[in-house]
């Protein structure tokens, strides 16, 4: 799967020339896929960017514990001054991370990643 998830995160870079980022994160912190567009700057380096992937898996396992009532999550944005952070999670194991320039097209790009990730699960 790790090849379609490289595929899936040049198209995500390729989708909206305000994303900055695309990239899967394992249950470990660890990137399997993705990285930056080119010649954009990073905002973050080293272990920032380490402390970022660790933050979005903490939360959402945080929210995984309201699942029972609220439903699992579907996706989440973040937004700060210089850049807005979207995660998706994959499954238990894997979540995809996306930063964009503020007051990027969220929603359009929510529903490209669903769109893509459904299309892979039926074709397993």
Same mark, same amino acid.
């Given at each position: 799967?790790?090849?379609?998830?490289?595929?899936?995160?040049?198209?995500?870079?390729?989708? /909206?020339?305000?994303?900055?980022?695309?990239?899967?994160?394992?249950?470990?912190? &660890?990137?399997?896929?993705?990285?930056?567009?080119?010649?954009?700057?990073?905002?973050?380096?080293?272990?920032?960017?380490?402390?970022?992937?660790? #933050?979005?898996?903490?939360?959402?396992?945080? #929210?995984?514990?309201?699942?029972?009532?609220?439903?699992?999550?579907?996706?989440?944005?973040? &937004?700060?001054?210089?850049?807005?952070?979207?995660?998706?999670?994959?499954?238990?194991?894997?979540?995809?991370?996306?930063?964009? &320039?503020?007051?990027? /097209? #969220?929603?359009?790009?929510?529903?490209?990643?669903?769109?893509?990730?459904?299309?892979?699960?039926?074709? &397993?």
């Amino acid at each position: 799967m790790t090849s379609n998830y490289e595929e899936l995160t040049k198209q995500v870079l390729d989708l /909206d020339p305000q994303v900055r980022f695309a990239g899967i994160a394992n249950s470990k912190g &660890e990137m399997i896929a993705g990285g930056h567009k080119e010649n954009v700057e990073k905002m973050l380096q080293g272990d920032e960017i380490n402390m970022s992937i660790h #933050y979005a898996l903490q939360k959402r396992d945080l #929210y995984t514990n309201l699942a029972y009532k609220i439903g699992s999550e579907k996706s989440s944005i973040t &937004e700060y001054e210089l850049v807005s952070m979207i995660s998706i999670p994959i499954n238990s194991n894997e979540l995809f991370l996306i930063s964009t &320039e503020p007051r990027a /097209d #969220y929603l359009k790009i929510i529903d490209f990643i669903h769109a893509k990730l459904d299309a892979q699960k039926n074709n &397993e």
